[in-house]
């Protein structure tokens, strides 16, 4: 396996993340890459562990989704791609519709006992600003993002199976939740939780927690002294970064315990790489 420059010189990627992600993606497929599997093979703890596989989703070298079995149970399972920005790019283009130009009728024969009427000259059309396709939104760089996302919703749940025209319906509200910063993972646990036993329109209940689910824009980082972990002289400080006893994975909270996805369900640990 290479590792890209775009993964060894990422920027907004801690030498952490860049170390993990390089390691995860000299695995073989199938490998187990849970925090508990990656806390036993590294001196790392857990919960930098689970920092950094965070900032590997939040990048898009990680997607972490919830499968059900046939039996019922639901196991996490993760995948890594070696670029995100080739795996975006292959989403784009398998979202493209070719359009083939509709057959042309020939025109009318005059009727013999008429004599034919002369064709009015075309009137010349006025210049545009814009030469934009009518009736579709411009696409914006998180529309192949949002494409691939709700396309591989089945792989949660295969209720959640949708057609072609309802992916690109949806796709322009779903750029709004990645424009304000929400992650792959977010996005999943929002339009997943708590589904109805009988979903007669998939559709429609993903379009209604689009809408209505919006987060809000994330707030610019502060440019004052960051204050030593446990203090923060403004009484602003978030819970600190627990790992779930129930699928590992990193969440906030006062106490160590079971992340809210796990308290409302069964959940089985687990991962599994695919190059």
């Known amino acids: 396996m290479i590792i890209g420059n775009h993964l060894a010189q990422h920027r907004e990627l801690s030498l952490t993340a860049v170390g993990l992600g390089t390691y995860i993606l000299s695995l073989p497929e199938g490998a187990s890459v849970d925090i508990r599997t990656l806390a036993a093979r590294f001196p790392e703890g857990r919960g930098r562990i689970a920092f950094a596989l965070r900032e590997l989703e939040a990048q898009g070298y990680l997607e972490r989704v919830r499968e059900r079995r046939g039996s019922g149970q639901v196991i996490t399972r993760t995948y ?121 329109s998939p559709a429609g209940l993903l379009a209604h927690r689009l809408r209505d689910l919006l987060p809000p824009p994330l707030p610019p980082l502060s440019e004052g002294p960051v204050a030593p972990y446990g203090r923060d002289p403004g009484g602003g400080r978030p819970d600190p970064f627990q790992t779930c006893d129930g699928c590992d994975r990193a969440f906030r909270a006062r106490e160590p315990g079971r992340c809210r996805d796990c308290r409302s369900g069964p959940t089985e640990a687990g991962g599994a790489v695919a190059a």
């Open 80 to 200: 890594a791609y070696n670029d995100p920005a080739v795996e975006r790019a292959r989403a784009g283009v398998a979202d493209e519709l070719v359009a083939l130009p509709s057959p042309v009728a020939p025109p009318p024969s005059p009727v013999p006992d008429e004599p034919p009427v002369p064709a009015e000259p075309p009137v010349p059309a006025e210049p545009s600003a814009a030469s934009e396709p009518q009736g579709e939104p411009p696409r914006t760089p998180h529309h192949g993002t949002a494409v691939a996302l709700l396309g591989g919703l089945r792989r949660i749940d295969d209720r959640l199976t949708l057609a072609e025209r309802d992916i690109r319906r949806l796709a322009p509200d779903l750029v709004p939740w990645l424009e304000n910063g929400a992650g792959p993972a977010a996005i999943h646990r929002t339009l997943t939780a708590r589904l109805p036993d009988v979903l007669e």
